[in-house]
């Protein structure tokens, strides 16, 4: 009998275990039913109340400000991560010999927007893995006087390793570079604070940790850098009033809403919106530390059962993700096992990775913990 009440917000509890918030995450009741609410203001009354659809859009953006400590008009929808990513490095002002420094083992939404730059005579340095972890001082020895981007995953997809942003954001001040951050694997599962982790740029899509859909994503440009960055692209809505529809000689507006280039995605807004209200009311800090005692359970028990695990133990660098290798079974192999007893997980890069969110309870690791040993 459940006592937490919190998990009746998760109808996935009936059907299965899920620890795979680092792919797709199952929606909150609220957050489906946001949904689908503002589909049948559609189907039943157009556009006639905008105002309240415009109101829910303007919501949303307020509480996921809220959720990162930033001002609301730092904040702008755009697709996804890989969207929020090639905006900021399409509007960084590059000079031939410039450089960006990012890492190998980067899932490819933050690799192929920066090679794309190769076109503009932009260097993409590399900085490379050792035994699968990233480490500050590579980024260190990366840099130098020409570059002008460090880009990087506030947590790294395929080991789950918590990257020291506070650190980067230093170094990248040392050198005149700006940090972007791919947040798609942090957001909404640890405490953030973009003035604390010193991120220029931000931007994750809903549909992992930020519990929402796919298709809608918070993109945080700080106040600081707006005026730096160049407006490459401008459409209708990326002006101070774009309503005001004969008047073509706006400029762009001189915040992160400029990079809202047309009408916004609002039924991913309003699931954006709901869920990022479920998160404050929970509190980030609660949710965090859920997480994390989850993942506790996690390691200790796969450890116990021979397993290694792969994600850092230190506690600076751990986060909701726990990838590990079986002692005798490839990754494949254990997650099929998994998927035949309703444990949902990923297999990535050769490891197996398990990604509670702070509704799971121990009951279902211990489930899953035996599920992956036996
Ligand atoms: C680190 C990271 N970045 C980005 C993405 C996805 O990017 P997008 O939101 O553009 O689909 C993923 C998805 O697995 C990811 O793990």
Redesign the pocket.
């Known amino acids: 009998m459940h006592t937490d009440p919190w998990r009746k917000e998760f109808p996935v509890t009936d059907e299965l275990i899920y620890l795979n918030h ?2 797709v995450c199952p929606l909150p009741r609220r957050t489906a039913g946001a949904v689908c609410a503002m589909a049948n203001e559609y189907r039943d009354r157009g556009s006639w109340d905008y105002p309240h659809i415009l109101d829910t859009v303007r919501r949303g953006r307020e509480r996921l400000a809220n959720l990162i400590d930033a001002r609301p008009h730092e904040v702008a929808y755009v697709k ?4 929020g990513l090639m905006l900021a490095a399409e509007s960084i002002p590059w000079r031939a010999g410039d450089s960006v420094v990012v890492a190998g083992i ?2 490819p ?2 690799v192929y927007p920066w090679l794309n730059l190769r076109r503009r005579g932009v260097e993409v340095r590399i900085v490379e893995a050792r035994e699968r972890l990233l480490h500050v001082d590579d980024y260190r020895a990366a840099c130098d006087a020409s570059t002008r981007a460090i880009a990087v ?1 506030w947590v ?2 395929s080991t789950g390793q918590r990257m020291d942003l506070p650190a980067l954001a230093g170094i990248a001040r040392e050198v005149g570079a700006y940090l972007i951050v ?1 947040a ?2 942090g957001l909404g599962a640890l405490q953030a604070d973009v003035g604390e982790m010193g991120a220029d740029v931000l931007c994750a ?1 809903g ?2 940790w930020l519990l929402s859909v ?1 298709g809608c ?1 918070p993109l945080f440009v700080s106040d600081r850098i707006i005026g730096d960055l160049e407006p490459f692209w401008r459409g209708w809505c990326s002006v101070p009033t774009p309503m005001d529809l004969g008047a073509h000689d706006q400029p762009p507006r001189n915040d992160a809403r400029r990079f809202e280039e047309g009408s916004a995605n609002t039924i991913g807004a309003a699931a954006l919106d709901a869920s990022a209200g479920l998160l404050l009311e929970v509190g980030p800090a609660e949710v965090e530390r859920r997480i994390i005692a989850l993942t506790d359970g996690l390691i200790e028990g796969l450890r116990a059962g021979g397993c290694t695990i792969v994600s850092p133990l230190a506690p600076e660098e751990r986060s909701g993700i726990v990838c590990f290798e079986h002692p005798t079974r490839d990754a494949d192999e254990v997650v099929e096992r998994l998927t035949h007893e309703g444990i949902a997980a990923a297999s990535r890069m050769g490891l197996v990775r398990l990604s509670p969110h702070f509704y799971n309870d121990e009951g279902e690791i211990e489930r899953a913990v035996q599920a992956c040993v036996s």
Request: no cysteine.
């Open positions: 680092a792919a996804n991560t890989t969207s980067e899932f939404a933050n995953s790294q997809y791919d798609i694997q899509d549909h992992k796919e994503a």
